[in-house]
Every structure is written in structure tokens, then in C-alpha cells.
């Protein structure tokens, strides 16, 4: 099987981490939304919801604990249905990029597992209309499992793109490899950019929702909805006819002598010889 990390190339990784700024955004943004107004608790960071979740035994607190199980349990099921989606398109395709594949930034499979994503969204964004952005009892839950989910599918989605550098959901070890690479001297800053930007995303993404939850709240469903779409066009760009020639090339050389080598290397690394 041909990884599809042997066609990186430099203006796809340019791309690469707009995307990742764009669906890091979106993180930022559907936090604050369910952090105000989906019972204090987050839908990407479950590192934070565990904790809550164990303040929440030791307070006594049913509310907080009942919300946080809720939003662990949609992250879960939407890395299941992200990972089952993208297995399902790669298995219909034989594992193989085809030359659509080649020929624009993100492979198919993952294409469709951000439009996953995105349906999740426009449901959220309904539901959040419905209830006049204050939803409470059964509707609360139903669209904090709905983003939670969404949340899921972006994290799956990311570790498709073999994007091992960075995430867009959980940021602390993208801050540790960004400060670590900093503080080391006399070698140069690897993914720096990209590492700046999603951090600098998330920041964006939570400062605009809470200017939303406080003046428009209707519209905060907007900003992730916008993010993803940002990203889907992104991931359909076409690139160059001389990029597309080098990804094919790269394709085939993979695809004749990566069978032995381990899949694990890191993203626009060279596999060692």
C-alpha cells in the first residue's frame, strides 16, 4: 500500500497547515460555545473533562458529571465513526490513491471524513437555532453529544492527514514542541510555523465565540461551520501540474520500495536509508 506521506511536497505542506489553523479554529470556537452554554464543559479537550469529571465525583455534582460523560462519550463515538468512515473510503478504493489523490492536497478518504464532520456541524447549527442558543434538558445533551462528536471525527480526520506534529484538538504538545525546539540551541525550528499557527488559530477561534456568546449568540454556531468549509475547499485544491508530476513519481517510488519501511515517520520527513 502506498502511504500517501511519500507525495508530500512543499506548497501541499503549505496547505496542509492552513487546514490545520482553519479546523484548530474551529476547536477553539465550539468550546467556548460549550463551555458557556452546554453546562461548563469542553468537546475537544478531554484531557479537562476527565479532570471535571473527577471534581465532579469528589463535589457530588450530578450536573457535571452527567455533562462531562456525555461529551467524552460523543468525542469517543466520533473518533470511532471518523476512523470507520475513512477506513470505509480507503477500502472502497483499494487502499491506494488514485490520481485524484495525487492531484489535490488531502487523500479522499479524509476529504470525507471532514464532510462527516461538517453534516455533525449543520445539525448542531440547527438544533442551536431551534432552542434560540440557550438550549437546556434533553437538548443540551443531545447537541453537546452532536459537538463532542464533531470533535471526534476532526481529531480522527487529522491523524489521516498524518499531521504528527500538531493537532487541532488538544494543544499542549504542540506547545511543548514548540517551546522545546525553541529553547534548543543552534538547531532550526522544525513545523515552527505551523505550530505558531494553530495555537494562534485556537486563541482566534475561542476570542471570536465569546464576542458572539456575549453580543450574537446565534451566530457562534457559524465560525466552526465556516472553518471546516474553509478546510474542505482547501483540502480540494488542485496543485500544479509539476506538483502532481512529482506526486505521482513519489506515489511509484513508494509504492516500489516502501513495503518494508515502518509507516511511522514523521510528516515531510525522508525516510532513512
Same mark, same amino acid.
Given at each position: ?8 511536497? /512543499? ?40 479532570? &471535571? ?53 488531502? *487523500? ?5 471524513? &471532514? ?18 442558543? /440557550? ?48 529553547? /534548543? ?25 465569546? &464576542?458572539?456568546?456575549?453580543?450574537? *449568540?446565534?451566530?457562534?454556531?457559524? &465560525? ?45 520527513? /525522508?525516510?532513512?536509508?
Amino acid at each position: 500500500m502506498i502511504s500517501y506521506r511519500a507525495m508530500d511536497t /512543499r506548497p501541499r505542506q503549505q496547505i496542509m497547515t492552513l487546514i490545520a489553523i482553519a479546523l484548530t479554529f474551529a476547536s477553539g470556537a465550539n468550546d467556548v460555545a460549550s463551555f458557556t452554554r452546554l453546562g461548563g464543559v469542553f468537546t475537544s479537550v478531554m484531557t479537562g473533562n476527565i479532570v &471535571l469529571w473527577g471534581l465532579s465525583a469528589a463535589q457530588r455534582s450530578v450536573s457535571l458529571f452527567s455533562h462531562t460523560a456525555v461529551s467524552i462519550a460523543g468525542y469517543i463515538i466520533g473518533v470511532a465513526g471518523g476512523t470507520w468512515v475513512a477506513h470505509g473510503f480507503k477500502v472502497h478504493g483499494d487502499g491506494k490513491p488514485d490520481e485524484t489523490d495525487r492531484d489535490s492536497v488531502l *487523500p479522499a478518504h479524509v476529504s470525507w471524513a &471532514l464532510f462527516t464532520e461538517f453534516v455533525l456541524l449543520a445539525g448542531f447549527t440547527a438544533g442551536w437555532e431551534v432552542t434560540g442558543a /440557550r438550549p437546556a434538558g434533553w437538548a443540551e445533551f443531545v447537541l453537546l453529544a452532536a459537538l463532542a462528536a464533531a470533535m471526534g471525527m476532526q481529531s480522527s480526520s487529522v491523524n489521516e492527514m498524518g499531521l504528527t506534529n500538531v493537532s487541532t484538538t488538544f494543544l499542549t504538545g504542540t506547545l511543548t514542541g514548540l517551546i522545546s525546539s525553541l529553547a /534548543r540551541p543552534g538547531q532550526e525550528m522544525q513545523h515552527g510555523a505551523r505550530r505558531i499557527g494553530v495555537l494562534v488559530g485556537l486563541a482566534a477561534g475561542a476570542l471570536l465565540c465569546g &464576542l458572539l456568546v456575549a453580543t450574537a *449568540p446565534r451566530v457562534v454556531p457559524v &465560525l466552526p461551520l465556516a472553518a471546516v468549509i474553509t478546510a474542505l475547499v482547501l483540502s480540494a485544491v488542485p496543485l500544479s501540474n509539476g506538483e502532481a508530476e512529482r506526486n505521482g513519481e513519489a506515489g511509484r517510488n513508494g509504492e516500489a520500495g516502501g513495503n518494508g519501511e515502518a509507516g511511522g515517520n514523521a510528516e515531510g520527513e /525522508r525516510p532513512r536509508r
